[in-house]
């Protein structure tokens, strides 16, 4: 009796065991080399690493375009860094590729019910409702706010500088508060104030915010937040709203601000447009086009709530940071910092402009291959997760080596399958900061169009693409014009940068100091007018 027992509770074992082996063996993804830890899989080195792209760089060399990485509790993650995939999984598939759900529900409670989270046709209700105030007209009427806001940063400079040949100042502390500013007056006609001397709810809030609420988490975060999304959708919104964690407390304390003030505002905004005075800010053009469609494609309150949060929060730091990287490269390479900065003085005195126009900023061809290389060496976003909603075939525009030197040409993903998306990689010296490459003919190679500005996945491509890529476009100009016009940058030879990522944002910090969070130091000094 007792050796039937173990016998049958043996061969129970064992099935179940082949059972997985055959499932692990058989799953589409199989066929591709890979790795990762068999708890946490590859999650520790990416969350963990000083440069941000490090490990994705190291995959492409060791896998090609395509490899099979071991997630959290042996989930099968697909990684993919190919052009003609990244074309498929954006543009090619519709909605057959959406954001994880267990990241939708991170992004519902940081932000609310916003177009990050819609899909199928509310996602397209959403677009419609917003477009207005991301036209391309309408971006070009915030440039001067863009400028002026620069300036008013650029004043405070000079008075650093004060009876000094230079000063140490920290660029992700200045431009994170200057783009809050010029967001708040371009997108929603606010005073932020953040420039003020005065430390206000604001700063403190938005204050290294990326940085606080996704940086380094420990093994145990890790596990802890991998083990949750496990769990139904209900049960990740409960656990979301009453388990206590830091990092959930600064998210929900900026989401209800975010929503104080865009409940003033969208009041105002309302009263505005119904009296026929609306104004020209996004905000406004959002609001009226919105009371403007019919009852079915409007957005409700809790919906107009989501959007500005969205705006709020993905509206100034990220901009912050790609005006900072700017700066940082340009402070590398004197010769390139003075190129651009001849290439501005000549334009105004060419131009002679009361104000930057986007005529002007256009007509830059050195200014917008800096821009270029640096949305491309430093994206602020470094990896896009997705999740397939059906089952599909996804090409390869490069083949790479599978299991047993197997060639794979494209790939088979089940509905569920889970896909992090790279930008390909540009050429053999990708890794180097060369503005030159997007002056060159066929130096960038366009094999498929994927990205919504210079083919580049910064602003994510297809019916996902960023709906304000043209607003950041001319604020991060406008501010590099203004910037380099009057000032000099030099890095400081003790101070080592780091480019960690915080939940996939790249973000810089300084050796030695992560615990102060995000920091880009500087040297500054007036710029000397015969450059």
């Not at 967001?183 to 809030?205: H, K, M, Q, V």
């Not at 104080?260 to 009296?275: D, G, M, N, P, T």
Request: aromatic content about 8%; proline content about 4%.
């Amino acid at each position: 009796m007792v050796f039937t027992l173990v016998s049958s509770t043996a061969l129970v074992i064992f099935v179940a065991a082949f059972v997985a082996y055959m499932r692990r063996r058989l799953h589409p993804i199989s066929i591709l080399r890979g790795h990762g830890h068999w708890i946490l899989g590859f999650l520790p080195m990416r969350s963990n690493t000083a440069h941000a792209g490090k490990l994705e760089l190291e995959l492409l060399r060791t896998y090609g375009g395509a490899a099979k990485l071991k997630g959290a509790f042996g989930r099968r993650l697909l990684w993919v860094c190919d052009p003609k995939a990244a074309q498929y999984i954006l543009q090619g598939a519709d909605y057959g590729f959406e954001r994880a759900d267990e990241k939708k529900e991170f992004v519902r409670f940081s932000i609310g019910s916003s177009i990050l989270i819609a899909k199928g046709d509310v996602h397209k209700r959403h677009r419609r409702i917003m477009q207005p105030g991301f036209g391309a007209v309408a971006v070009t009427t915030y440039i001067p706010i863009f400028a002026q806001t620069a300036r008013r940063m650029s004043e405070l400079w000079v008075e650093a500088l004060q009876d000094k040949e230079e000063a140490k100042l920290d660029m992700m502390f200045w431009t994170v508060r200057a783009t809050l500013d010029a967001l708040g007056e371009a997108a929603f006609d606010y005073e932020f104030d953040a420039l003020s001397d005065s430390p206000n709810e604001i700063t403190r809030l938005f204050g290294n915010f990326v940085v606080k609420s996704g940086l380094r988490p420990s093994d145990w975060e890790i596990f802890l937040g991998q083990a949750v999304t496990l769990l139904p959708n209900q049960i990740i919104q409960l656990w979301n709203a009453f388990m206590p964690n830091k990092r959930r407390t600064i998210l929900r304390d900026v989401r209800w601000t975010c929503e104080r003030i865009a409940s003033q505002l969208i009041a105002e905004k309302s009263a505005a447009v119904i009296a026929d005075r609306t104004g020209t800010d996004v905000m406004s053009l959002l609001v009226k086009a919105n009371l403007s469609a019919d009852a079915e494609s409007r957005l409700n309150d809790e919906e107009m709530l989501g959007q500005l949060s969205t705006l709020i929060l993905a509206g100034h730091e990220t901009t912050a940071s790609a005006i900072a990287w700017a700066l940082y490269e340009l402070a590398r390479d004197p010769a390139m910092q003075n190129r651009l900065r001849e290439e501005i003085r000549t334009m105004r005195r060419e131009r002679n402009e009361p104000e930057l126009t986007a005529a002007t900023l256009d007509s830059m061809p050195y200014l917008n291959a800096v821009i270029k290389e640096t949305l491309r060496m430093r994206p602020t976003v470094n990896n896009l997760q997705k999740q397939a909603t059906q089952d599909g075939l996804i090409p390869l525009l490069t083949p790479v080596i599978g299991e047993g030197g197997v060639l794979v040409r494209e790939i088979i993903v089940r509905k569920g399958q889970k896909v992090w998306l790279n930008e390909d990689i540009f050429g053999p010296d990708a890794d180097l900061f060369n503005p030159e490459r997007w002056l060159e003919d066929g130096h960038v190679a366009r094999q498929a169009t994927v990205g919504v500005y210079g083919n580049l996945l910064t602003f994510g491509g297809g019916h996902r693409a960023c709906l304000g890529w043209r607003f950041a476009i001319y604020e991060l100009s406008a501010f590099l014009v203004e910037l380099l016009d009057q000032f000099q940058f030099e890095v400081d030879a003790n101070v080592k940068i780091w480019s960690g990522a915080a939940d996939s944002v790249m973000t810089p910090m300084v050796e030695g100091e992560l615990d102060k969070g995000t920091q880009l130091p500087l040297r500054v000094r007036l710029a000397s007018m015969a450059e």
